[in-house]
């Protein structure tokens, strides 16, 4: 299993516009997942509250994804995971979703506006033009820029 896993001191984990089974976000998600099983999860977190956009849209539990990934699973295994437990959606239903998800962002947000406004512009982003995806995607730039 940790063959597969990415050393997340050493390079970023997927995009979360990284599309599996239709779904955003989990390709993220089974990258830090595994860096953190292996010891490799460097600056990231798993178990947080961009696992849990999709996880609780779901309906599926964090532990029961891990335990999968532990056992050897691959991100397609994961997606039928998904795709059998939890709430049930249909394909365009997840497209939708995955489609809003991948737009949405925290400027004016009342509780987390001011810390992605702050944490864009360090990257010399504009907070109103920016989702979180591309915030994401920025910041890991910037970490792993030699």
């Given at each position: 299993m940790s063959n597969n896993a990415?050393?997340?001191?050493?390079?970023?984990?997927a995009s979360p516009r990284q599309?599996?089974?239709?779904y955003v976000i989990l390709s993220r998600l089974t990258d830090k997942a595994r860096a953190d099983i292996v010891g490799k999860i460097g600056d990231y977190h798993t178990d947080c509250?961009?696992?849990?956009?999709?996880?609780d849209w779901k309906g599926v539990d964090y532990a029961s994804v891990r335990k999968?990934?532990?056992?050897?699973a691959t991100d397609e295994d994961i997606a039928k995971h998904l795709d059998s437990h939890g709430t049930k959606k249909s394909p365009a239903e997840i497209k939708a979703w995955s489609d809003n998800?991948?737009?949405?962002?925290?400027?004016?947000?009342?509780e987390k506006g001011q810390y992605f406004d702050g944490e864009c512009k360090?990257?010399?982003l504009d907070p109103a033009k920016t989702s979180v995806f591309d915030w994401l995607e920025a910041d890991d730039r910037v970490s792993f820029a030699k």
């Open positions: 990415k050393d997340l001191t050493k390079q970023a984990p599309r599996t089974g239709g509250p961009l696992d849990h956009f999709l996880l999968a990934l532990e056992a050897g998800v991948e737009k949405a962002t925290m400027h004016g947000d009342p360090k990257l010399g």
